[in-house]
């Protein structure tokens, strides 16, 4: 694992594409219980090299119910977004991570991961490339039926302060998926 790690961290194979220097973030542990996929780094992450460490990242460890030492324990967690480098800034948001990076590394980290036991999918990127066809239209519709994955994926919504309107029209998510989330979580990590 420490090896792959390494060469992913040394990866550049869409540089030409960044808007930024390649600064590949990932996070994983052959005792890793539970994975994490995103969409991509943003901005923050890639100049400090600490993912979800921004109001986002708050937010999902709220989600989780877990403290900042359990959620950066890589035996815990495992931290693997669809592109692994920062994409750049779009007109609403980051733009799309970059198709390269799944495809490449995806499989192998997992091979690594024997204790893995949840994988959790945050937002449409992350849903879309994982549940191919059983992801719903919408991220609400495939989030609301988030039953349906288990026990292997629990896709979630971005925890972006930007969704903050999406939370508030769709006050289930609080009281259904949370309790759920935070039970899973809970249940593995004891």
């Known amino acids: ?7 992913i961290r040394a990866c550049d194979v869409c540089k030409a594409h960044l808007p930024l220097d390649p600064k590949p973030i990932v996070i994983a542990h052959p005792e ?17 090299g600490i993912p979800w460490d921004d109001p986002g990242g708050r937010q999902l460890k709220k989600w989780l119910n877990v403290s900042d030492q359990k959620f950066y324990n890589p035996k815990n967690f495992a931290i693997v977004p669809i ?43 992350a849903q879309k490339y994982y549940l191919k066809q059983k992801s719903k239209r919408t991220v609400t519709d495939t989030v609301s039926t988030f039953h349906e994955y288990l026990p292997t994926y629990f896709p979630l919504p971005h925890p972006s302060p930007r969704n903050r309107f999406w939370l508030t029209k769709n006050p289930w998510f609080d009281h259904e998926v949370l309790p759920a989330l935070r039970k899973k979580v809970k249940d593995i990590l004891v």
């Open 32 to 48: 890793t219980k539970i994975a994490l996929i995103s969409q991509a780094p943003g901005r923050i992450a890639h100049l400090s």
């Open 1 to 7: 694992m420490d090896k792959l790690l390494s060469n």
């Open 83 to 125: 592109g692994f480098c920062y994409p750049g800034k779009g007109k609403s948001g980051d733009l799309p991570p970059r198709p390269e990076c799944a495809p490449l590394w995806h499989q192998s980290i997992f091979n690594h991961m024997q204790n893995l036991q949840l994988v959790i999918l945050i937002g449409q990127y």
